[in-house]
């Protein structure tokens, strides 16, 4: 792109939360053009327009565009179902307003790989008026696999992109089998580590006490908080001098308070709500636990490891592409009791290792992360 007269366009598919994780990357990339004086719109849903991020996004210059949210329960069933898309019942003539340069390069991010089928009006626009654009996969959950038409759909998508982009090899190779055909224009990307990353935060010392932490959004369906709970009610836990816990805020949060009662561990588990700065989660804790049914590669273990600590991680998304078992921490083959079970049985009889083993964690970061993720993605985009 040539930097007198390229354009870009950030479109976010997250419409389930105000915001998230998969938003930093965009939202950082849109800074970087801006502060580089290049012209710079972004579209979001209503449900994120009052968000602090959005107001930096404003007060940075960029051009911001609000989509009204399907927020009724007979359009989110349609949408579970796929049958419409968040842009019908007249809202489609959204893009057709606001989606017409063709000197303009959109960078499309979705929280999974293919929340792009639910938005057939967005990539119907943009493939008739021959615009270009990029389209960036925050995470692939491997057993959601698409069916009958969804698929050649996907597809086409995909094959009109400018390129596709992977937080995790994980996510592209599975995507791959979901389609059933490589995807020939693909990359790997990095997500940011947050601005505190680097700076101190010592390995708690003179502590009998395992501390360990627990790192995302409180909700069980993809983080698997629920079933940590499980393996730390088996009595081989209920001796141990532990101390677990959830730092974040989700749906879930209720159920897990109540799971927390229902095995007896009030006096072993505590949420610790969403902190601002990590620095603070990882002065007080020595490993982080991260029990997920599905990943991209999350940015809390990428954090973990800046700051030196171990994680013990269940084999999805990229979590095997940054720990090795046994090496920088333990890894559980997949996410079910027994192998969780093993892994943090593992991790308690090296606990007195995790302190070198973080270190080893930090080496494989500093070794595979590219110094600023952002400039990496932004230098991508700006090449082609």
Known sequence: MKKDNCKLSFITLNHYYPWGGSEELWKRTALMAVSNAISVEAHVFEISRNHNKVSDLINAGVNM????????????LLKKLKLQSLNSKGIENYWGRHLQSQDTLYVISS???????????????????NMRYVYVS?????????????????ITIFQNAERVYFVSE??????????????????????PSPES??????????????????????????????????????PNWSQRNFILSFYGSGPDEE???????????QDKVRFAGHVEDVREIWAKNHVLVMPSFTEGTPLALLEAMSFKRAAVV?????????????????????PAPGLLETALENMWNKKGSLQEMGLKAFDAFKTKYPGDAVSFFYDKIMSL
Not at 111 to 126: A, I, Q, R
């Open 138 to 154: 925050q995470h692939n959950p491997e057993h959601e696999p698409l069916k009958g038409p969804a698929i050649q759909k996907a």
């Open 197 to 234: 990353v680097n700076k101190a935060a010592d390995y708690p010392l003179g502590e009998e006490q395992l501390r360990m932490a627990s790192v995302a959004r409180l909700e069980t369906g993809n983080k698997g908080q629920d079933l940590l709970l499980q393996v730390l009610a088996l």
């Open 65 to 76: 565009h609000f989509r009204k949210n399907d927020t009724g329960v007979y359009g989110r």
């Open 111 to 129: 929280g999974t790989t293919f929340d792009c089928v639910g938005f057939p009006s967005l990539f119907e626009h943009l493939a008739s008026g």
């Open 314 to 334: 269940t084999d999805v998304g990229g979590n095997a592409e940054w720990i090795t078992d046994g090496l920088n921490g333990f890894v559980a083959a997949a």
């Open 255 to 265: 159920y897990l308070k109540e799971l927390v009662l229902y095995y007896n561990l």
């Open 170 to 191: 994980r996510n592209l190779k599975v995507a791959e089998h979901q389609l059933a055909c490589h995807i020939t224009n693909a990359e790997i990307i990095f997500n």
